[in-house]
């Protein structure tokens, strides 16, 4: 069964334009849903009903963004396989948790989770060369170049996070993935919107099965986002270090006081 958001041309402009918006600052960061869930609840949508057709129609998206990136995905294919698994795992897992837990279970941890995200990007380099010289001081050399145990654990609970509501979502992985693998930001950039795609798509499969969705806000969403992960991949692209991790920053803090107000 599915829901239909109000007979209102503007709000299917709003909500075409959110799925833009989000399309765009998901293949540059993440956060995209920040954009969009806001729009949808505004449209008169039930929180779950939003939630999960939000995560449906930024499907798209996350692809096109993925695409868009396809240069610097070029010898990286051992890697997206073996994180691929972990983030399946996690992003199944937290589409579960969203259909059987209440959402406080979630709602307090989230601002923490992204807050040492954001710690994360903004002193990645320091604790990253602070770790490479850890390793070769205790011979441990470069270690292992797809991140290790640590990695796949903090990647599983990022996934999960993802799976149940993937605000900043992407700011938690770049920040993993940042401090634990030795590669360049736009490189992990596009590892991190191959990832977001397949949570993405694992929790909207588990959805349709489960959930009510607006059909009307997907494909707006979907339509939007596809479009808006091409402008991302230009723009995300162009960004220096510096400037992509200082435009994280500038979302993941407002991804936490929109979570902190609602």
Known sequence: MALSIHDSLWESVAVFAAGIGAGTINTIVGSGTLITFPVLLATGLPPVTANVSNTLGLVPGSISGAIGYR???RGQGRRVRRLAATTLVGGLTGAILLITLPSESFDTIVPVLIGLALVLVIFQPRLAKALRER???TGAGAGDPDGGPALHAGMLLASAYGGYFGAAQGVLYIGLM?????????????????????????????FLFVADFDWTAVVLIAVGSTLGGQIGAKIGRR?????????????GLVAIAQLLLR
């Open 239 to 251: 960004l220096p270090p510096t400037a992509l991790r200082a435009v994280i920053v500038v979302v």
């Open 178 to 206: 940042g401090l634990l693998l030795h590669d360049d930001l736009q490189r992990i950039n596009a590892v991190k919107n191959v990832l977001a795609a397949l949570v993405n798509g694992i929790a909207a499969l588990f």
């Open 135 to 137: 390793q070769e001081t």
């Open 71 to 73: 240069k610097e995905l």
